[in-house]
Structures are given as C-alpha cells and as structure tokens.
C-alpha cells in the first residue's frame, strides 16, 4: 500500500515563530488532507488539498501532487496551535475506500 | 446539529469482556471507518465501509468486529480476543473516496 512520511516528528517552537511541516507519499494520490488533533484528542480538518494552495488565517498549505508532497505552513505560531499534525491520502491505483495516515508531527509552542 | 458522534466518551471495562462503541452520523456519508490510536502513536485502520451491508478490514481487524446495517450507524465491537484494547478509537465519515473525511470525538477504552 501507500507509504505516507511526516517530518519532523517532532518539533518545539518559540511563540511567534514560523514553521514548515512535510508530508511525502509514495503513490498517485486523489486526496490530501492536514488535520490537527488537538489535546483533548479530536482530529479537527485543517485542509482539503489535492492539489495547489491554500490558506485559512496563519495556516496554509500546498500539495505538488507530480512530486509526491505537501507543506503545511503554520505563520506566527501561538500556544494554541500546539497537538499532531497529520496528513492523510487516498491513492489513485485501485477503488479501495483505504484512507491512509502518516504518523504526525508534534507541535509543541512555548510561551 | 450535524455531525459524528460517537459514545460513551470514556469505557471502561473488566478483561475478557466483549464491548460496543457507537458511531453515528447525520451527513448521508456512504463510507464509515473506525481508527485505533495509542498514546503517541498514529491512527491504524481497523475496519471500513463503503456502503451499508458491506465491510472490509483495515489493517489491525484481529479481535474486532462491526457491522453496518444502517447508513447513519457503524459500532465496533472489540472481543475479549483483542489482545490489548485500552486504546482512544476515532470513528470518521465521508461520501465518498476522494472526499473530505470527518471525526467524531473519539472513544477512550480502557480494559482493566
């Protein structure tokens, strides 16, 4: 199946700093999407990308599907924004409904 | 208030019991999925479904089960065969593949 790496795994910011996580896959994709799994544990949808740019406040992202990888850019960081981040992918080669997850990044913003 | 909910939001039970999680949705999804997550871990696929009377296993089935009779409902059951259940489950939806997938605020199950 397909392989979905995040770097870093981890990383810890100084309140209003700027930031730049990676999700690299190994297949076609149809479907790309970041979310933020905040403490309590909910997965909250960042962005529907599966291809281009796109931006919602500090936050945005772009996917260059041909070269297998999107960023996720988080400006002016704020405590807030502390959780995983994760992106998930849907592969172009076969009809499976699979939804496949990389592991995470770990955001951590100090105050 | 549309949405995925899932319940209760915290389970606990004696080992060697079987329990029921609940997942519904009120988004006409289609597709359904249950997830496992261990703490600092990422999400594993247990099962999915594309369509109601049907389902597949994901990638750690062993010890689950689900069914689908509904369109709204997909509960998970984890037998007392799965060999270490305390774990958080998120429940998600979507229409179809190639779309946007939803949570529900997850199940956190811990087996004493």
């Known amino acids: 199946g397909i392989q979905v790496e995040q770097s870093p795994p981890d990383l810890i910011l100084q309140e209003g700093a700027n930031s730049t996580l990676r999700c690299n896959f190994s297949?076609?994709?149809?479907?790309l999407q970041w979310f933020h799994q905040n403490p309590w544990g909910q997965l909250i949808n960042l962005f529907y990308?599966?291809?281009g740019t796109k931006q919602n406040g500090r936050l945005s992202a772009t996917t260059v599907a041909t070269e297998r990888y999107s960023l996720l850019y988080i400006s002016s960081s704020q405590t807030t924004d502390s959780g995983v981040y994760f992106c998930?992918?849907?592969?172009?080669?076969?009809?499976?409904?699979?939804?496949?997850f990389g592991a995470g990044t770990t955001v951590t913003v100090r105050a | 208030d549309g949405g995925i909910t899932q319940s209760p939001k915290y389970l606990f039970r004696k080992e060697g019991q079987n329990v029921t999680l609940s997942c519904e949705q009120n988004?006409?999804?289609?597709?359904m999925y249950w997830y496992r997550q261990d703490p600092g871990q990422g999400l594993r696929l247990i099962y999915y479904?594309?369509?109601?009377?049907?389902?597949q296993k994901g990638d750690i089935a062993e010890g689950y089960s689900v069914s689908r009779e509904k369109k709204e409902s997909f509960p998970l059951t984890v037998t007392s065969a799965q060999k270490n259940p305390t774990a958080f489950y998120l429940c998600?939806?979507?229409?179809?593949?190639?779309?946007?997938?939803?949570f529900g605020q997850g199940t956190r199950l811990t087996v004493v």
């Open positions: 990308i599966p291809s």
């Open positions: 297949d076609s994709v149809n479907n």
């Open positions: 998600a939806s979507r229409t179809d593949r190639n779309t946007e997938a939803f």
């Open positions: 998930a992918v849907d592969t172009v080669r076969s009809n499976d409904y699979k939804l496949s």
């Open positions: 479904s594309q369509i109601v009377n049907d389902f």
């Open positions: 988004l006409n999804h289609d597709a």
